[in-house]
């Protein structure tokens, strides 16, 4: 007979090791510190923007744009924070209320919210939207007061449609005591091309831009940063530097860069190391993309996860290293999409779903000339072979396609 192990005292013993870190948490990217090093200037022209709240004056309405994690959303809350603390001790009303629009992505959930900040009683869904506009619009002209809207990832709002945006920005016209301004925050510098041209210039009234951090000022951030989070003595020389030259590559991105120092002090701590080295901070820049990867390959749609499995087949063809073309690629689509019964799109349409797999940096695709053949594009692979492989095999459509190569791949190339 087996005898169950004792797991007596197992959470325990666990808990019982040294920890190498002091307070994990600081390096999550739902916390704020006190202090944003090196930007202030964005500190102060947003602030310089947002003072006229203070005065009872409608503050401009503000477009901030930056690649992620150049801190836009740190500094428009830090901001947003300063300002309503100010004005508490000044007694003057002003509400700065954030939404985060990759989560509240609907026109009627994102009016439902705001009504609710101001404690109005409105359900989360089934009534009209012009109904719960109408709510907020009583809610907040009840008394002077300056409201600021922060709508983080604004882009994903738009989405679906931009009346809100347009409601929004002529609420002031419909108010007689409150005043309303917004600040949109995206990482995506054309998603204005798609708005009504009235939203476009009411919105960017202001518009500021977010630059990448060099590497020497991650290595700050990450400084400011591991002194809360890890115990003295902890970390390896080299750690800091090293994930703040591979966040500089990438673009300059500090949520990148502390994720690196997270992830470093967690794989040194799961070996019971008493130190983090520049191995683990390798580790961790390996493990965190093919975290990505995983995550944006499983979020694909079928046809895109088709396509890239095409290019996964051509590749592992025997020919290494050979670069695909997009008519051999189409070829395999076809032929995948055949085997699964799945419609077949056309050549056209499938090179578009690979420009978006090439601008989700999944594929590189770079125009060859064949001389009087014309032009093709070359394909090769930016993400690993064998994690994308099983990722797109979770896919229960896709499943069916673990033996394809043997069936017709061999009929194909020999
Ligand atoms: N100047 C800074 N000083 C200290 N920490 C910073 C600074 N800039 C960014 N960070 C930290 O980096 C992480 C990412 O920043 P933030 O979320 O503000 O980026 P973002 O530009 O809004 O990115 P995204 O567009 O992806 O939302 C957060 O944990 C934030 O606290």
Redesign the pocket.
Known sequence: MIKAQSLDGLFEKLLDGKSIFKNKEVL??S???DL????NDQINSLATILVSALRGETPSNVLIY??????????TRYVGKELERVSEDKSIFCSVVYINCEVIDTQYRLLANLARHFEEEVPMTGWPTDQVFMKFKEAIDSREQVIIIIL??IDKLIKKGDDVLYNLSRINTDLRKAKVSMIG?S?DLKFTEFLDPRVKSSLGEEELI?PPYDAEQISD?LK??AKMAYNDGVLGEMVIPLCAAFAAQEHGD??RA?DLLRVSGEIAERENQPQVLEEHVRRAQEKIEIDRVVEVVRTLPTQSKLVLYSIILLRNRGREGKNVTTGEMYNVYRQLCHHIDVDILTQRRVTDLMSELDMLGIVNAVVVSKGRYGRTKEISLSVPVENTRKVLLEDYRLKPLVDFKASVFNKMFS
């Not at 930056?66 to 500094?75: F, R």
């Open positions: 999550r990217p916390y704020t510190p944003l090093l090196h930007r930056g690649k992620t994690g150049t801190g836009k959303t740190a500094v983080d990832e925050v990482n977010f951030i400011q940063r500090a949520r502390l």
